[in-house]
């Protein structure tokens, strides 16, 4: 059972659909495990459909019924290829070392909306350095568990992250942790080590 969830305002522009593909696919990630944002999305997609129906009808320009219908093939073949995508169906970049046990791999999502999106692995009981966000991070944990000051996170949990946190992981022992991350902007390490490896992160 998921005890973290995304903030209302990212489900919303997901059901929506104006939320960028990298966060969508972290997103579509947690829903997956997660009934109670699963209802939440079908609460918001409601109200849309109840706004929408508000609207007052206004007269066609000549021309726009077929201008209308043209779009709608572009939309619906461009949504056909990105909805509910799970990362088993992008292109994954190998392993490699950012940082004292911690690994990343790459997630051929397009950067479209600024979103770099990556899998994050990391050993058991180690201690990731103090950081803040220059952006935002959407992360789904995949497996394994962490630990900082907004609680425990494990496998389905969402950390919904921005300017306003500060963090510093503590990877469960006896078990890896695996992310898979959409972030935007860049993480600034607060202490020490973390200055000294800052050089070699490029996420």
């Known amino acids: 059972m998921t005890k973290h969830h995304p903030k209302e305002t990212t489900l919303a522009e997901y059901a929506a659909g104006t939320l960028d593909e ?3 696919l972290v997103l579509t990630e947690h829903l997956s495990r997660c009934a109670h944002c699963r209802e939440l999305i079908a609460s918001f997609e409601h109200i849309g459909g109840v706004m929408m129906e508000a609207v007052e009808p206004v007269d066609m320009s000549p021309g ?3 201008a209308v219908l043209r779009q709608l093939g572009t939309i619906e073949a461009s949504t056909a290829k990105t909805a509910r995508k799970s990362v088993k169906d992008y292109s994954l970049g190998p392993w490699r070392w950012i940082g004292p046990g911690l690994h990343a791999r790459s997630v051929g999502v397009p950067s479209q909306g600024g979103s770099r999106v990556f899998m994050l692995k990391a050993a058991p009981g180690i201690e990731l350095p103090k950081h803040e966000h220059r952006g935002t991070e959407l992360t789904c944990i995949l497996s394994g568990a962490f630990t900082h000051e907004g609680g425990r996170y494990g496998p389905g949990d969402c950390d919904d992250a921005d300017e306003d946190d500060f963090h510093s992981p ?4 006896g078990e890896e942790c695996v992310c898979l991350v959409a972030m935007q902007g860049n993480i600034v390490f607060q202490s020490l080590l973390g200055r000294m490896i800052q050089p070699f992160i490029r996420l």
């Open 22 to 24: 990298g966060r969508s």
């Open 64 to 66: 726009a019924r077929d």
């Open 170 to 173: 503590v990877i469960d022992n």
